[in-house]
């Protein structure tokens, strides 16, 4: 096994990044959910890559994990004003072995907690049409945030509490008809 190391992506891994997005995203996308990243094509991870912090894992010059963290002011229509992660995704063949949780957890601590001191964030998972992604999340310190029917699914939204001294229910919503906000 090498050395993993994390590190922000660049336009230059744009052609890998989008691999990896589509080998570890087809289940996700044949069980029916249309997201950015079900629907990735080379111009969208270049386009990922160059406005939020797009972070790879890489072992042997391989990218075997992905998460971009996306600032409030990226969207029109932010879920919060905390960060949001979106684009996660491991390789399938480091599936089952911990390296996308690992990940994730050094992506808290080094960039979230230490980097950009965020006293939490937000992200979003299919609460019907992959349960397990939604179970998994909640065993690992997220809560449910707000809900979202939408067609034959359900939009779960999540935060994670980081620091909680520094955390604020008042900066984690943003109010928006759409969203039924979870006490």
Do not use: C
């Amino acid at each position: 096994m090498g050395k993993d190391r994390l590190r922000i992506a660049t336009k230059e891994d744009a052609p890998a990044y989008l691999q990896l997005i589509q080998e570890a995203f087809q289940e996700v996308k044949d069980y029916g959910i249309d997201w950015p990243s079900t629907n990735a094509t080379l111009e969208s991870v270049t386009e990922n890559i160059e406005t939020g912090i797009a972070l790879v894992l890489e072992r042997d010059g391989r990218l075997i994990s992905t998460i971009t963290i996306r600032q409030p002011w990226e969207s029109e229509t932010p879920i919060s004003n905390y960060p949001f992660l979106w684009w996660f995704a491991t390789a399938n063949d480091y599936r089952g072995q911990g390296v996308g949780l690992k990940f994730l957890e050094q992506v808290e601590q080094e960039f979230l907690v230490n980097t950009l001191k965020a006293p939490g964030y937000v992200l979003g998972t299919s609460g019907k049409k992959h349960p397990w992604l939604l179970d998994m999340y909640l065993r690992n310190g997220f809560q449910v945030l707000a809900t979202r029917e939408n067609d034959d699914d359900l939009t779960v939204s999540l935060f994670k509490v980081l620091i909680p001294e520094r955390f604020d229910d008042n900066i984690l919503r943003v109010e928006q008809a759409e969203f039924q906000y979870q006490d």
